[in-house]
C-alpha cells in the first residue's frame, strides 16, 4: 500500500504511547457502526473487554492487542486496519472480507493501559498466565478463544528498544515468532503454517525495513499463550520495535500495519503455502545490541569511558515520560547507541555535584558547555 494511502486512513486521534481504553472509546463507536462488536467480559478493576469482528469468511482469525497493558504500537496498527477496512471502496477489500472473519481485542489489559504497566492490575503478566489462568483476563482470552475456534491467532506486542535484527547494528523495528509447541522445538503443522505466513510478510514489507526484522528466541514455555495456542491453530507473535528516532512508534506502526495487512491476505488467499518454510530461520535472531544512549571515550572523573543510558518510561500527568537512566558504566561496552557521541576523552557530567554511578538518573549530559540531553530530547 502506498504511504500516502495508509495516511488517509490512519487514525489519528490515536498517537503516541499511552494508549487506553478512554482513547479507543470513539473510535470503537465508529467502527462497531460498520462491523460487529461484542464485551467479553470486564478486567480486574472492572474495565470491559471487547471483541471487534470485521468480515464474514470462513477463515477465523483472533488478534489481541495490549495484553502487555504498555505494549500500543500494534493496537494502533490494528485499529487502523480496521478502518481501512471500514472504509475502502476497493473491492480487493470486499473479496478479503468474505473470505475471512477477523476478530480483534484492541485491548486485553485495559487497566495495565491506564496504569501503564506490562502487569494487570493485580501485578500479573497475562501472557504468563496460559495454564493458570488465575486472572479475568487470561479467561476471557482463552474463553474468545474457545468460543470464536480461530483458524489463525496473531499475538501482538511491542518489544523494548534494546533488540537488534541479529548481531548487527540494525533496530530490529519488526520482529516475529512462531512460537514452539514442545521442548523439542517441533514443527507441528500448525507451527509450520506460522512459519510460512512469517517468511510471506517479510517478503512482502518494504525493502528499506527487511533488515531490521528479527526472530524471537523459540524456547518452549507453556505458561505463554502463544505457546499454547500453537498446540492447537497457527499463532503468530508480532512485536512492534525501534525505528531510528521513532520513540513513540509511529513510523513502526505503518509497518505493523503492512504485516498485518500481509497476514491477513495471505490467510484469506492461501498463499502462504507456496512458501518456504526453512527461510524462516534465516531471519535473524534478535540479540541485545542497543542502548538509547551510547556515550563513547567520556571522561568520568579520571577515567576514559563509555557509558550507556536507557530511557525509563514513566506515566506524568497522562503524558509518558522518557527518563534517561544509566544502565552501564565501563571500558567499551558491547553496545550501539539509537544517539552515540565519541566524546573523544572529554570531561562528561552526567549528574550534579558527584561521579555518576549505574542506575542513577542522568539530570544533564554537559559536554563543551553544551547540555546533549537537550538536543536528544
Ligand atoms: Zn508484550
Redesign the pocket.
Known amino acids: 500500500m502506498q504511504e500516502e494511502v495508509y495516511n488517509r486512513i490512519r487514525l489519528n486521534s490515536l498517537t503516541g504511547k499511552y494508549i487506553t481504553l478512554d482513547h479507543l472509546q470513539p473510535v470503537l463507536e465508529n467502527l462497531k457502526s460498520k462491523f460487529s462488536y461484542k464485551e467479553l467480559g470486564k478486567s480486574v478493576a472492572g474495565k470491559p473487554i471487547g471483541v471487534l469482528k470485521a468480515g464474514q469468511g470462513s477463515f477465523r482469525i483472533l488478534a489481541w492487542s495490549q495484553?502487555?497493558g504498555n505494549?500500543s504500537t500494534t493496537t494502533k496498527a490494528a485499529l487502523d486496519y480496521f478502518n481501512w477496512l471500514a472504509h475502502s471502496s476497493d473491492s480487493e477489500v470486499k473479496t478479503l472480507l468474505s473470505k475471512v472473519s477477523l476478530y480483534l481485542i484492541p485491548i486485553l489489559n485495559p487497566d495495565g493501559a491506564q496504569n501503564y504497566t506490562?502487569t494487570n492490575q493485580n501485578g500479573v503478566d497475562l501472557?504468563r498466565d496460559a495454564l493458570k489462568l488465575s486472572q479475568p483476563e487470561s479467561k476471557i482470552l482463552r474463553e474468545a478463544f474457545q468460543e470464536i475456534q480461530p483458524h489463525y491467532c496473531f499475538n501482538l506486542?511491542?518489544?523494548r528498544t534494546i533488540f537488534s535484527a541479529g548481531d548487527t547494528h540494525r533496530p530490529a523495528t519488526i520482529s516475529f515468532l512462531a512460537p514452539s509447541v514442545d521442548p523439542g522445538r517441533s514443527i507441528s503443522t500448525a507451527r509450520e503454517e506460522a512459519m510460512k505466513i512469517i517468511v510471506g510478510i517479510k517478503r512482502q514489507l518494504p525493502s528499506d525495513i527487511t533488515q531490521q526484522i528479527g526472530r524471537y528466541d523459540d524456547s518452549f514455555n507453556p505458561n505463554c499463550t502463544g505457546d499454547r495456542f500453537q498446540q492447537q491453530v497457527p499463532t503468530i507473535l508480532f512485536?512492534a520495535g525501534h525505528f531510528h528516532v521513532d520513540y513513540h512508534r509511529e513510523v513502526t506502526r505503518r509497518y505493523i500495519f503492512l504485516a498485518i495487512s500481509s497476514a491477513v491476505y495471505q490467510i484469506a488467499t492461501q498463499s502462504f503455502h507456496w512458501e518456504n518454510r526453512d527461510w524462516y530461520f534465516d531471519i535473524p535472531q534478535n540479540r541485545k545490541n542497543f542502548v538509547d544512549i551510547l556515550l563513547k571515550n567520556a571522561q568520568i572523573g579520571e577515567e576514559i569511558i563509555d557509558v550507556g543510558i536507557q530511557f525509563e518510561e514513566k506515566l506524568y500527568q497522562q503524558n509518558i515520560r522518557f527518563e534517561p537512566k544509566i544502565h552501564k558504566i565501563g571500558p567499551d561496552l558491547p553496545f550501539f547507541g539509537h544517539f552515540q557521541k565519541d566524546c573523544e576523552g572529554q570531561k562528561v557530567t552526567l549528574t550534579e555535584g558527584r561521579l555518576p554511578v549505574e542506575n542513577d538518573l542522568v539530570t544533564q549530559i554537559m559536554l563543551n558547555g553544551d547540555n546533549l540531553l537537550s538536543k536528544i530530547e
Request: glycine content about 0%; proline content about 0%; charged content about 45%.
Open positions: 495484553m502487555h505494549e506490562r501472557n506486542h511491542d518489544q512485536e
